[in-house]
């Protein structure tokens, strides 16, 4: 069983940045592979990035490739994200989710937190 957390959402200007953090807590952090999906109001829940569990691959969304980034720092049990030059379409509710095994790119994960709402205003 892996618990996880999100934080680090808000209000944010477009063309601004945050950072979401997902603190995982639980059975090896290190042997999960971890993702970050968004679902905004009146859309499903769609993948957005993903990272093995050593953090050297990655995987992206089109719709964020360029302006998000995901890593990981298994020494801390927490997996962040990156979000850079925010559009309004970023908008969202964004869950962080865990797996075993390998990383996926859809939304077939194991572990989800309950989710951190970030809005990008005009």
């Known amino acids: 069983q892996v618990q996880v957390v999100e934080s680090g959402g808000g209000l944010v200007q477009a063309g601004g940045s945050l950072r979401l953090s997902c603190a995982a807590s639980g059975r090896t952090f290190s042997y999960y592979a971890m993702g970050w999906l968004r679902q905004a109001p009146g859309k499903e829940r769609e993948f957005v990035a993903a990272?093995?569990?050593?953090?050297?691959?990655?995987f992206y969304a089109d719709s964020v490739k360029g302006r998000f980034t995901i890593s990981r720092d298994n020494a801390k049990n927490t997996v962040y994200l990156q979000m850079n030059s925010l559009k309004l379409e970023d908008t969202a509710v964004y869950y962080c989710?865990?797996?075993?095994?390998?990383?996926?790119?859809?939304?077939?994960?194991?572990?989800w937190g309950q989710g951190t709402q970030v809005t990008v205003s005009s």
């Open positions: 989710a865990a797996r075993s095994g390998e990383v996926a790119v859809s939304g077939d994960y194991d572990y």
């Open positions: 990272i093995n569990w050593s953090g050297a691959r990655l």
